[in-house]
């Protein structure tokens, strides 16, 4: 709850404000204690009590239950350092093979402690050495790669390239975890905030972008289930050359809408959503082909170039928060 105070001015010309009573004493300020004092971007004046100290580990404890995964996926994504899992009882195989599976999906966790009845889970990552730039960065490269595979692997009947598309999703997946995790670290902490130059309101952005970029994977893995599905059936040369036009045109739209996200380009967000009718028109007449010839894979067609104006859709809701962020 916010409190008022009124701003004094000593002899000398020095403004200051006295902080209250009751939030002194529970962080164990006293007369010569030291607080950090940060201005935000948006005018706030914010003092952290814990700017000399040695951050504490934050720890939690689950039971082993049914959704102990997504549990423990959970307080990784909020920022908990130590996770117990315990059990009155010994803590049965296929709860253990449920903490070493979301510990595979995890970056930085790791098993430090195992007996009969409890699991200690630690997170050995130090946040200041992960910027989210740096992370979202390399999240985008893994999804732009799965991007050229997987319609490669449509077009060209490559099960093996598909398959290997689906795999690399996890990867995908662990880095958007990592990157959730560190934002919300940020957001609690206005030192670390500081020290990676990211603003709170910055770090909603990057949510939501990394959020977008995931989505653009799970539409390539959707592709790529197509392409097993339809077995190598060979695609006509004209419906290959189109799904290698509209797939190039929705390739450099999400290349472009992430670098104008980054750089704050706005002529290049604009330039993204700038494309809205070559994709339609692309689509329309991949649809017009592929009725007009054989009736089996009339539905995996359509269902591709779907996906892909999916993800033209994404990469237009990435430009999107390019002139916020610029302003």
Known sequence: MSTVRKV?????????????????????????????????????????????????????????????????????????????????????????????????????????????????????????????????????????????DAVNALIDGDLPLARNVMARDDEGNRLYFLLVRILRTIVQNPGLSEKLGV??????????????????????????FKAVDMKGVKLSQELKKMFADFHAMCYEAHENALEAFLSGNVDMAESVRAESDKVNKSFAEIEKVAKAGSLSIVPDVLAVSSFLREIYNHSVDISDLVIPRKI
Request: charge should be neutral; include cysteine; charged fraction near 25%.
């Open 199 to 224: 603003t709170p309101i910055e770090c909603l952005d990057y949510r939501l972008v990394a959020s977008l970029v995931e989505g653009i994977g799970d539409e390539c893995v959707r592709i790529a």
């Open 8 to 148: 004094q001015r000593t002899p000398g010309g020095t403004f200051f404000v006295t902080v209250p009573k009751s939030w002194a004493e529970q962080y164990g300020l006293k007369r010569g204690s030291v607080v950090g004092v940060g201005a935000a971007s948006d005018g706030k004046l914010v003092i952290d009590a814990r700017y000399d100290a040695s951050p504490t580990p934050r720890s939690v404890t689950l039971k082993a239950g049914p959704h102990l995964g997504r549990e423990i996926i959970g307080e990784y994504l909020l920022g908990f350092d130590i996770i117990h899992v315990e059990s009155k009882n010994r803590i049965a195989p296929e709860a253990r093979g449920a903490v070493k599976s979301v510990v595979d999906r995890l970056i930085g966790l790791e098993i430090v402690e195992e007996d009969y009845s409890s699991i200690v889970l630690q997170s050995l990552l130090e946040p200041s050495g992960f910027p989210p730039e740096k992370i979202l960065r390399r999240g985008y490269s893994i999804v732009a790669g799965m991007h050229r």
